[in-house]
């Protein structure tokens, strides 16, 4: 269902609520020097509490980003003490990162010696059985870019660590893990597609930012 554009054009926007929105989503990301640009710009109150620990928040999600991921290990620990420690999800995670280097470093042995040390342990729950049997799948290959695990090689992967890694350390110190931008989105497609069952249609269309932006 398409909402008439004449329903919400009159509607008033606060500058403030919009500044809120575009703030959160700069810290959440790390963007320090934009935000206090912005916040020069806009004469907004700047949000000590979340300024702290940006810097350190950037170079750990840079580090995993970067596949540092012993580094970024590190540096959390310092940053949020014990989170890893609770968090054993995401802790694997990280310490697949560094055996996948060592991988693509051709340091098999290295890897090998890597995972029985660090990944086997996870062995004793049945939940990581299957990730540990695809990490160390790769040291089968001469090419492991070219294996049928190529995925756990990629940026996107890396990525993915990267951003939980963030929302875990906002969350241990009790900020926001989602962006006021992100819930807004997430608002708005669950009420359209609600919108859309009311109206009796079979298939709702889930809501697009990208086609939103262009009507």
């Known amino acids: 269902m398409d909402v008439d554009p004449r329903l919400y054009e009159q509607m008033a926007v606060n500058d403030n609520d919009i500044h809120s929105i575009v703030l959160s989503y700069l810290v959440h990301n790390c963007f320090k020097e934009t935000v206090e640009s912005f916040i020069a710009c806009t004469g907004m109150k700047q949000p000590s509490d979340h300024l702290e620990d940006m810097e350190k928040r950037k170079r750990i ?3 995993a980003l970067e596949g ?3 580094r970024a290990i590190e540096l959390t620990e310092q940053l949020a003490t014990n989170l890893l420690e609770k968090n054993k999800d995401l ?3 990280l310490l697949s990162l560094h055996f996948v280097e060592l991988v693509c470093s051709r340091k098999c042995t290295e ?3 890597f995972a029985q040390m660090k990944l086997t342990p996870f062995g004793k729950e049945q939940k990581y059985v299957v990730k540990l049997e695809d990490f160390m799948a790769l040291l089968a290959y001469e090419e ?3 294996s049928p695990m190529f995925h756990l090689l990629s940026l ?3 990525q993915h660590v990267a951003d939980s890694l963030n929302r875990a350390i906002l969350a241990h110190a009790n900020h926001p893990t989602y962006t006021a931008m992100e819930r807004l989105i997430q608002q708005t ?3 359209r597609q609600c919108l859309n069952q009311e ?4 298939v709702p269309q889930p809501f697009s930012l990208k086609d939103f932006l262009k009507s």
């Not at 109206?199 to 079979?202: A, F, L, R």
Request: no cysteine; net charge negative; hydrophobic share 35%.
């Open 199 to 202: 109206h009796g249609k079979d």
């Open 156 to 158: 996107e992967y890396r």
């Open 144 to 146: 492991p870019e070219k």
């Open 111 to 113: 890897a090998l010696e």
């Open 68 to 70: 540092n991921a012993l």
């Open 189 to 191: 497609a669950v009420v």
């Open 91 to 93: 802790h694997f995670d």
């Open 61 to 63: 999600y840079q580090f």
